[in-house]
């Protein structure tokens, strides 16, 4: 066995989930026929939870042993029956660790800069300099094991004796700061040392601290509370005694080299105000003041269960340009989001002020303007004297370029860096074909897909910086096919959930950090990502969890739906967004979102045995669909592109005339006529997928006109952008909402997907298109059992499919239809029938022919 996982992370560290998933893939062609779990206290032991030969070829179990305290460690490993009644070894051991999971385990306090805390004051500490804060403690002894538990209201950086505690950055997630604060744990045993030790926070305000301001671009301004942090470092000695040290009255602030910091606007910094050795044992603090104690916020703490934020990748600029006036621009080679790291050897006090941005202009600036990154925004560092290194800490830009004011002439490229951030998420997706252009647009959806999963998925890294929940769910395939995302979604319907208002509503952002007017606040085709969401995450993961989780807030949100409705018909909404077609009527793309509320509920009731609740919301979504085809079927056919998508995709067109709406819809998609904006063309792709209309798909795909994902690669892009016309027209240069024809990248011309009734990629079935001229694909992806992968090309011919199963899993195999007569199988292929065939677990290569 192999990966096994606790709440799908790996050897998980101050989790708040007493009763977690663990979860195991199988090795080589083992069958699994019984599972037999065990956990202790110990490596090996079983003190906690013996399962007993349980029948069940599932890998993923609930643990349902003693449940553990704050602060226990619990280790378990698995073995497995195989078919032929053997049982394997013992797998490797795994762990995880309870964080403190009640309220009364915090000792420590809330500690604040005092020039920092006015309370209810939006604009407290505004003009100052951020606040360093440090603490000194004394270990009696050597160290044995010592964990740090800390958060903060807004950004912070924890450091125990002059070093970092975690290469995670811009701590902690976002959430609704008024009501919860993620915290995190650390192992920090290594850092400590015998005696004296110091522990270090420098904060910033982040967007839980939104100041407004004149000189520099804001999305809004607001305030859910001023920075402060808290943590408290717990330490067993080697002879079994132990202690805790926390923030308190006891810690020292003062006023740090980073003068400002704005979420949206840019952040100062002046190296000579550098405070050296601040965060270590010993330093010199006595021009430092006592820290303030506020009141303690009426926030819980609970534990971050999601990958954090980490530099994922480092990209030194590939040149250096001068603009018409002479000033430095730097270009990183492509859009990303993540910081500009400068790395500099001059004297102190010169001044640089740094402009990001995605595009230039006509004179070699950076361009910035309210429809793309919004303006302005600008980061500004004082040199010290010699080699020096730095980037903003408590924020980040979306950038490609980045222009650099009061440089000297002589600095060459090598100043700047790209250290591009995302949420870490495990990469799991591979997809590549014989057509570069196909492989570029690949590549900017999943740039700007990397651009946006921060703790929530944003719309863009620049002038919003919010969690627009319409991608969340619309585009879940695109983002579950690239990355590993079973803990980070999760994570994020906690989001939504606690963004969820008295009445049912769900905003259309969560956290809901600024409330918007009317359908910017409240359309089903966003705030339905809390009902979609948990059950795409069953589908994709087998995980029941979050559909048990959030079952009484989709249902909620789902009867708010029904409230607002009239016979049946939403009428609020934000529409068809950026759809080139502006003819399609808001209440249709409302209805359909509604239509999709109440069949997921029906369906999630009916997986978890809420057979009357499935009744009565199979019921609701019979009457919706009713009530949409009575509203606006007209003459199907004649209607907008996108009436006659989303009647296809609710099945409600009748059925003489479906293959003429078929027809008209793949004509003007082999055209290059798109004209439904970005909650449409997900179901467009699918509409046109599972009909079998991969040529019109493709013709699309490769198509260089506007609209199409061709012009802009060929217009420049490097990352997916908010309009088709993106990179001519302007708008965001780092938006995902429109690419949704990655998923029929994996799915049709990959073949990946799941066989009818399948969950968690059980039964796979691989059914790749061949469409057009393509010469060959490669796709692969994880699943909850092991890799998946695909690989075909046209040879001699002839047609050649190799395919990876992972253990567990079966497949469904279906050759396209190449017009070859003959097909070849390897041993152990069961046929089913014209080009399908049955396979197990294993590597299969199959063939066509004249």
Same mark, same amino acid.
């Not at 190296?271 to 006595?286: E, I, N, Y």
């Not at 799991?428 to 998925?457: C, Q, W």
């Not at 905003?507 to 059950?535: K, M, T």
């Given at each position: 066995?192999?990966?096994?996982?606790?709440?799908?992370l790996?050897?998980?560290?101050?989790?708040?989930?007493?009763?977690?998933?663990?979860?195991?893939?199988?090795?080589?062609?083992?069958?699994q026929?019984?599972?037999?779990?065990?956990?202790?206290?110990?490596?090996?032991?079983?003190?906690?939870?013996?399962?007993?030969e349980?029948?069940?070829?599932?890998?993923?179990?609930?643990y349902?042993?003693?449940?553990?305290?704050?602060?226990?460690?619990?280790?378990?490993?698995?073995?497995?029956?195989?078919?032929g009644?053997?049982?394997?070894?013992?797998?490797?051991?795994?762990?995880?660790?309870?964080?403190?999971?009640?309220?009364?385990?915090?000792?420590?306090?809330?500690?604040?800069h005092?020039?920092w805390?006015?309370?209810?004051?939006?604009?407290?500490?505004?003009?100052?300099p951020?606040?360093?804060?440090?603490?000194?403690?004394?270990?009696?002894?050597?160290?044995?094991?010592a964990?740090?538990?800390?958060?903060?209201?807004?950004?912070?950086?924890?450091?125990?004796?002059?070093?970092?505690?975690?290469?995670?950055?811009?701590?902690?997630?976002?959430?609704?700061?008024?009501?919860?604060?993620?915290?995190?744990?650390?192992?920090?045993?290594?850092?400590?040392?015998?005696?004296?030790?110091?522990?270090?926070?420098?904060?910033?305000?982040?967007i839980?601290?939104?100041?407004?301001?004149?000189?520099?671009?804001?999305?809004?301004?607001?305030?859910?509370?001023?920075?402060?942090?808290?943590?408290?470092?717990?330490?067993a000695?080697?002879?079994?005694?132990?202690?805790?040290?926390?923030?308190?009255?006891?810690?020292l602030?003062?006023?740090?080299?980073?003068?400002?910091?704005?979420?949206?606007?840019?952040?100062?910094?002046?190296a000579?105000?550098?405070?050296?050795?601040?965060?270590?044992?010993?330093?010199?603090?006595?021009?430092?003041?006592?820290?303030?104690?506020?009141?303690?916020?009426?926030?819980?703490?609970?534990?971050?269960?999601?990958?954090?934020?980490?530099?994922?990748?480092?990209?030194?600029?590939?040149?250096?340009?001068v603009?018409?006036?002479?000033?430095?621009?730097?270009?990183?080679?492509?859009?990303?989001?993540?910081?500009?790291e400068?790395?500099l050897?001059?004297?102190?006090?010169?001044y640089?002020?740094?402009?990001?941005g995605?595009?230039?202009?006509?004179?070699?600036?950076?361009?910035?303007?309210?429809?793309?990154?919004?303006?302005?925004?600008?980061?500004?560092?004082?040199?010290?004297?010699?080699?020096?290194?730095?980037?903003?800490?408590?924020?980040?830009?979306?950038?490609r370029?980045?222009?650099?004011?009061?440089?000297?002439?002589?600095?060459?490229?090598?100043?700047?860096?790209?250290?591009?951030?995302?949420a870490?998420?495990?990469?799991?997706?591979?997809f590549?074909?014989?057509?570069?252009?196909v492989?570029?647009?690949?590549?900017?959806?999943?740039?700007?897909?990397?651009?946006?999963m921060?703790?929530?998925?944003?719309?863009?890294?620049?002038?919003?910086?919010?969690?627009?929940?319409e991608?969340?769910?619309?585009?879940?395939?695109?983002?579950?096919?690239?990355?590993?995302?079973?803990?980070?979604?999760?994570?994020?319907?906690?989001?939504?959930?606690?963004?969820?208002?008295?009445?049912?509503l769900?905003?259309d952002?969560?956290?809901?950090?600024?409330?918007?007017?009317g359908?910017?606040?409240?359309?089903?085709?966003?705030g339905?990502?809390?009902?979609?969401?948990?059950?795409?995450?069953?589908?994709?993961?087998?995980?029941?969890?979050?559909?048990?989780?959030?079952?009484?807030?989709?249902?909620?949100?789902?009867?708010?739906?029904?409230?607002?409705?009239?016979?049946?018909?939403?009428?609020?909404?934000?529409?068809?967004?950026?759809?080139?077609?502006?003819?399609?009527?808001?209440?249709?793309?409302s209805?359909?979102?509604?239509?999709?509320?109440?069949?997921?509920?029906?369906?999630?009731?009916?997986?978890?045995?809420?057979?009357?609740?499935?009744?009565?919301y199979g019921?609701?979504?019979?009457?919706?669909?009713?009530?949409?085809?009575?509203?606006?079927?007209?003459?199907?056919?004649?209607a907008?592109?996108?009436?006659?998508?989303?009647?296809?995709?609710?099945?409600?067109v009748?059925?003489? =005339?479906?293959?003429?709406?078929?027809?008209?819809?793949? &004509? %003007? @998609? /082999?055209? $290059?006529?798109? #004209?439904?904006?970005?909650? !449409?063309?997900?179901?467009?792709?699918?509409?046109?997928?599972?009909?079998?209309?991969?040529?019109?798909?493709?013709?699309?795909?490769?198509?260089t006109?506007?609209?199409?994902?061709?012009?802009?690669?060929?217009?420049?892009?490097?990352a997916?952008?908010?309009?088709?016309?993106?990179?001519?027209?302007?708008?965001?240069?780092?938006?995902?909402?429109?690419?949704a024809?990655?998923?029929?990248?994996?799915?049709?011309?990959?073949?990946?997907?799941?066989?009818p009734?399948?969950?968690?990629?059980?039964?796979? =079935?691989?059914?790749?298109?061949?469409?057009?001229?393509? &010469? %060959? @694909? /490669?796709? $692969?992806?994880? #699943?909850?059992?092991?890799? !998946?992968?695909?690989?075909w090309?046209?040879?001699?011919?002839?047609?050649?499919?190799?395919?990876?199963?992972?253990?567990?899993?079966?497949?469904?195999?279906?050759?396209?239809?190449?017009?070859?007569?003959?097909?070849?199988?390897?041993?152990?292929?069961?046929?089913?029938?014209?080009?399908?065939?049955?396979v197990?677990?294993?590597?299969?290569?199959?063939?066509a022919?004249?």
């Amino acid at each position: 066995m192999s990966n096994l996982r606790t709440c799908d992370l790996t050897d998980p560290l101050g989790i708040e989930i007493t009763r977690p998933p663990l979860s195991w893939q199988l090795a080589g062609g083992l069958v699994q026929t019984a599972y037999h779990v065990q956990a202790g206290t110990a490596e090996g032991a079983a003190d906690l939870w013996d399962t007993g030969e349980v029948e069940s070829a599932g890998q993923r179990v609930t643990y349902g042993g003693a449940e553990p305290a704050s602060r226990a460690v619990v280790h378990w490993r698995v073995r497995v029956r195989d078919s032929g009644g053997a049982w394997s070894a013992w797998s490797p051991g795994a762990r995880f660790e309870t964080g403190l999971l009640d309220a009364d385990d915090w000792t420590a306090s809330w500690i604040t800069h005092p020039g920092w805390h006015d309370p209810g004051n939006p604009r407290a500490g505004e003009g100052l300099p951020l606040p360093l804060l440090a603490g000194e403690f004394t270990a009696a002894g050597p160290v044995a094991r010592a964990r740090l538990h800390v958060a903060g209201l807004g950004v912070y950086v924890a450091s125990v004796n002059g070093r970092p505690v975690t290469d995670a950055v811009l701590e902690p997630a976002y959430t609704d700061f008024t009501r919860r604060v993620a915290y995190a744990t650390h192992d920090v045993t290594a850092l400590l040392r015998e005696g004296a030790n110091a522990v270090g926070i420098a904060l910033g305000p982040g967007i839980a601290h939104v100041y407004p301001h004149q000189d520099r671009y804001m999305k809004f301004y607001g305030s859910k509370g001023a920075p402060k942090a808290i943590a408290q470092l717990e330490v067993a000695y080697a002879d079994g005694s132990s202690r805790t040290f926390g923030t308190g009255p006891d810690w020292l602030a003062t006023e740090g080299p980073t003068t400002r910091s704005h979420w949206f606007g840019g952040e100062d910094h002046d190296a000579r105000l550098s405070v050296a050795g601040w965060d270590t044992p010993g330093a010199d603090r006595s021009g430092w003041r006592p820290v303030t104690v506020p009141d303690e916020p009426a926030v819980s703490l609970r534990a971050r269960t999601c990958p954090p934020i980490r530099v994922t990748e480092t990209l030194p600029a590939v040149e250096k340009l001068v603009a018409k006036d002479g000033t430095a621009v730097f270009d990183v080679g492509t859009v990303v989001a993540g910081w500009a790291e400068l790395r500099l050897d001059l004297p102190a006090g010169r001044y640089l002020r740094l402009l990001p941005g995605d595009q230039l202009d006509d004179f070699g600036r950076v361009i910035q303007s309210k429809p793309t990154t919004g303006a302005p925004i600008f980061n500004t560092y004082v040199t010290t004297d010699g080699p020096q290194t730095w980037h903003p800490s408590f924020r980040y830009d979306g950038f490609r370029y980045v222009e650099v004011q009061g440089l000297p002439e002589h600095v060459g490229p090598e100043a700047v860096t790209a250290l591009v951030l995302r949420a870490d998420n495990t990469p799991t997706g591979v997809f590549e074909t014989s057509d570069p252009l196909v492989n570029d647009i690949h590549k900017i959806i999943d740039r700007a897909v990397r651009g946006n999963m921060y703790s929530v998925l944003t719309d863009c890294p620049h002038r919003e910086k919010l969690g627009w929940l319409e991608q969340t769910h619309l585009l879940f395939d695109v983002v579950a096919y690239n990355y590993d995302v079973a803990a980070y979604y999760r994570e994020l319907l906690v989001t939504m959930a606690e963004a969820q208002t008295e009445d049912g509503l769900v905003p259309d952002i969560a956290p809901e950090y600024v409330v918007f007017d009317g359908p910017f606040r409240d359309d089903p085709n966003w705030g339905g990502a809390l009902v979609r969401v948990p059950w795409q995450l069953y589908r994709w993961y087998g995980d029941t969890s979050a559909m048990d989780r959030h079952y009484d807030a989709m249902r909620r949100y789902v009867d708010y739906l029904t409230g607002r409705a009239e016979d049946g018909i939403l009428g609020h909404g934000l529409g068809d967004w950026l759809a080139p077609d502006p003819a399609t009527p808001v209440p249709l793309v409302s209805t359909w979102g509604y239509w999709q509320a109440a069949r997921t509920m029906a369906r999630v009731a009916g997986v978890l045995g809420r057979d009357d609740d499935a009744a009565q919301y199979g019921a609701l979504t019979e009457r919706i669909s009713a009530a949409f085809t009575g509203a606006f079927s007209g003459e199907f056919g004649k209607a907008t592109q996108a009436s006659e998508v989303l009647a296809l995709d609710m099945g409600v067109v009748p059925g003489d =005339l479906v293959p003429r709406v078929l027809d008209q819809v793949s &004509e %003007a @998609v /082999r055209g $290059g006529g798109i #004209t439904v904006g970005e909650v !449409v063309l997900p179901a467009l792709f699918r509409v046109l997928s599972r009909a079998g209309r991969h040529d019109a798909l493709w013709e699309f795909a490769v198509s260089t006109g506007n609209p199409s994902y061709g012009y802009q690669v060929r217009h420049g892009a490097t990352a997916l952008t908010e309009a088709w016309d993106g990179p001519t027209r302007g708008l965001s240069q780092n938006h995902y909402m429109l690419g949704a024809i990655d998923s029929w990248f994996y799915r049709g011309l990959g073949g990946i997907g799941q066989a009818p009734g399948s969950n968690g990629f059980r039964r796979l =079935l691989i059914e790749p298109a061949a469409p057009g001229d393509l &010469e %060959a @694909v /490669r796709a $692969g992806t994880a #699943t909850p059992y092991g890799r !998946v992968a695909v690989s075909w090309e046209r040879r001699d011919g002839g047609f050649a499919l190799d395919v990876e199963v992972p253990p567990g899993s079966s497949a469904e195999v279906r050759l396209p239809d190449l017009g070859l007569p003959r097909h070849t199988s390897p041993d152990g292929a069961v046929a089913l029938g014209g080009r399908a065939y049955e396979v197990p677990a294993g590597r299969w290569t199959f063939g066509a022919t004249r």
